[in-house]
T-cell receptor, first 114, second 113 residues
Framework: NAGVTQTPKFQVLKTGQSMTLQCAQD?????MYWYRQDPGMGLRLIYY???????DKGEVPNGYNVSRLNKREFSLRLESAAPSQTSVYFC?????????????FGPGTRLTVT | AQSVTQLGSHVSVSEGALVLLRCNYS??????LFWYVQYPNQGLQLLLK??????LVKGINGFEAEFKKSETSFHLTKPSAHMRDAAEYFC???????????FGAGTRLTVKP
């Protein structure tokens, strides 16, 4: 049981390049999320998917697209990377337990855009 | 919308001392509150959560937190700090069945020998 896995771990892009961050979970969770983490700002939600086939914008969706490929996989795409997208990106999935959703996080992808 | 504020971006304690990390929340409906821990170069792990069953919540690694509605607070404590507690701690809030979770800015805990 690997939990939530993310690839790649590190990536350097030039401004204007595109890339896709991959995320997969093997816990059979319905909901999945993409966050970005910036110093002093905590985690901010980019997009989430409450179930297979659905996606919704979070707090900071501009410049990103997502695909919920199946129940296991949820990818994040940067079509034209900008330096402002330099960040650490976390994928998470959640399960409903004891009245609330508990989120489980991947190890993160550290992205630098030059 | 719900939100949390963590007071103090950096807290430093000596090994064996009390750990107190502060979190205040804002919510128009009864909130569910969480503390997560992030060790260097890792993702976040759930420490504990409050879902209205009991105001004092015990979590992993000896941490606990108390929900105080009158103070809109959910501070995290541990009686005796250990070196392995050095990490960044995040308070988070969600409401009802909505799984939209909002995180605080984080508090970095340093433990001195």
């Amino acid at each position: 049981n690997a939990g939530v896995t993310q690839t790649p771990k590190f990536q350097v892009l030039k401004t204007g390049q595109s890339m896709t961050l991959q995320c997969a979970q093997d816990m059979n969770h319905n909901s999945m999320y993409w966050y970005r983490q910036d110093p002093g700002m905590g985690l901010r939600l980019i997009y989430y998917s409450a179930s297979e086939g659905t996606t919704d914008k979070g707090e900071v969706p501009n410049g990103y697209n997502v695909s919920r490929l199946n129940k296991r996989e949820f990818s994040l795409r940067l079509e034209s990377a900008a330096p402002s997208q330099t960040s650490v990106y976390f994928c998470a999935s959640s399960k409903y337990r004891d009245r609330a959703y508990e989120q489980y996080f991947g190890p993160g992808t550290r992205l630098t855009v030059t | 919308a719900q939100s949390v504020t963590q007071l103090g971006s950096h807290v430093s304690v000596s090994e064996g001392a009390l750990v107190l990390l502060r979190c205040n929340y804002s919510s128009s409906v009864p909130p569910y509150l969480f503390w997560y821990v992030q060790y260097p170069n890792q993702g976040l792990q759930l420490l504990l959560k409050y879902t209205s069953a009991a105001t004092l919540v015990k979590g992993i690694n000896g941490f606990e937190a108390e929900f105080k509605k009158s103070e809109t607070s959910f501070h995290l404590t541990k009686p005796s700090a250990h070196m392995r507690d050095a990490a960044e701690y995040f308070c988070a809030v969600s409401v009802g069945n909505n799984n939209d979770m909002r995180f605080g800015a984080g508090t970095r805990l340093t433990v001195k020998p």
